[in-house]
């Protein structure tokens, strides 16, 4: 009687190792994509942006409209 008890109890904390290690082990690693760095960059920047605008062509950028204006030369 006392041996099967032994190897139930066995058996119970065999079982409750393989569940523990399996969630210890089961952390995923977070991997951050650009995106989520560009929108870390954004938040921290704050309302006022970097103050410089880059494009081509009329653009907005930080709060004004600036139009792009071609001047031919004949």
Do not use: P
């Not at 690693?29 to 309302?47: C, R």
């Amino acid at each position: 009687m006392k041996r099967l008890i032994i190897k139930k109890a066995c058996a119970i904390i065999f079982i409750c190792i393989l569940c523990a290690s399996y969630f210890f082990l089961k952390e995923e690693k977070q991997n951050f994509t650009d995106l989520t760095f560009s929108n870390i960059e954004a938040l921290a920047s704050g309302e006022s942006g970097s103050g410089a605008c880059f494009g081509a062509g009329s653009l907005s950028c930080n709060g004004g409209y600036y139009e792009y204006k071609f001047y031919s030369l004949k």
